[in-house]
DNA sequence: CCAATTCTGGACAAAATAATCCAAAACGTA
DNA sequence: TACGTTTTGGATTATTTTGTCCAGAATTGG
């Protein structure tokens, strides 16, 4: 038919993210997306649309991607709250988090907080699907008697979540990575006092 | 002299954060801040010099009174420790959270990382007070044996300060105040197993 | 080699936005 | 009350930025 169909889609939207993820929507120009993507103007409104569908297109690839790796840890098998402290830990670890980038979901979320319904669909989405992997794996730890009692699902994903945020603004707030993976473990131990015990058993 | 000096400048400020908490920098324009603020343009020109400028002032008042809450409750009287969970809990149901406003400190980091000089100035001091107090309360903890002996002071206020940020971002987000006070319990459990009894002791 | 189709890049139009200018009103003080 | 100073608000300008247009180049299939 015609020419090759276009530029490689993938790597422009990764470098839009790139982008995005460090000065969110309002302060990214579309000269600077089009330089930075190596993009035409035309090519770039011909495949995306526009600086917000390309926004939109980018914030989902990133959250989908995001969402996947953390739910990967969480469904390791072992001990269920092993893995659930050993996600933090590896996602302290996370390289895409040394370069004080930062996080384009909690960008979005601040930027827009819920005045946008695009945005708010596409993070409560990712958000639901995580949360369903969490409160999957932490009722296995109740099941298999790894929990207290007492101890509240609900609180402990909303803490997990949380900490998780905590996580990406220290990584962008210039923290190093051992003091993020020394973090994450030390909220590890908010989950029970059977840290040492575990660790001790890999 | 002349007329009776302006508006109210703190109150315009209070008006310009609560903006600015909520959609950032670059999307706000000076038309909403006007409008919002109630000034008039050239009294916005006159008071604060422009746009940026009036930002910057906006996010120091901002830090430095949020900072100070913080280390209010910190060096409260009674165990380290217990100062140090109540921090955390006592934040998470400060009124400013629940209207999922978002807070202007973390707005600012997202939007600008570290490539604006004047951005990281205020808040590194800011976060720079904040942590001296903080250090300050777990080496009272630490002299008065409340920490155990493989406690990193460090960690455990890279940790504090994280879970501050993972509490604004679930406020953001759109948690309830029950869920961010529970959250913020249940990370106090971090700090020791000594919780129990300690609550009990009050 | 030709034709159809798509990409490419620069020029261009249109809109939004930041910042300045200016004249009139407001106010304290003499 | 009158003067000098300051605020105020609208009009205006300049700049930035988004999005479109257009013509030429590139590429594949017949």
Redesign the interface.
């Known amino acids: 038919m015609a020419r090759p169909k276009e530029f490689d889609q993938e790597k422009a939207l990764r470098k839009a993210i790139s982008l995005f993820s ?6 990214t120009s579309t000269d600077e997306l089009m330089r930075v993507m190596d993009v035409g103007r035309q090519s770039m409104y011909d495949t995306f649309g526009d600086k917000r569908a390309l926004f939109l297109r980018a914030l989902e690839m990133y959250v989908t991607e995001s969402v996947q790796s953390i739910i990967e840890e969480l469904e390791k098998p072992g001990p269920a709250l092993s893995a659930v402290r050993n996600a933090l830990v590896t996602f302290a670890a996370r390289n895409d988090l040394s370069n ?3 996080c384009m979901g ?2 979005a ?3 827009f ?3 946008d319904a695009d945005v708010t669909r596409i ?1 409560r989405s990712a ?1 639901r699907v995580q949360r369903h992997a969490l409160m999957r794996v932490l009722a296995r730890a109740k099941s298999q008697g790894e929990l207290s009692s007492d101890a ?1 699902p ?3 994903a ?2 997990f ?7 990406r ?2 990584a ?4 190093s990575r051992r ?2 993976r ?2 994450a ?7 029970g ?1 059977t840290v040492d015990r575990e660790d001790r058993r890999r």
């Open positions: 460090q000065q969110g929507f309002a302060a004080a980038e930062g909690l960008n979320i601040s930027e907080g819920h005045r993070t958000a509240d609900d609180s402990m909303d803490f979540e949380s900490t998780l945020a905590g996580i603004m220290a962008k707030a210039g923290k003091a993020l020394n973090l473990a030390f909220a590890g131990r908010a989950y006092t």
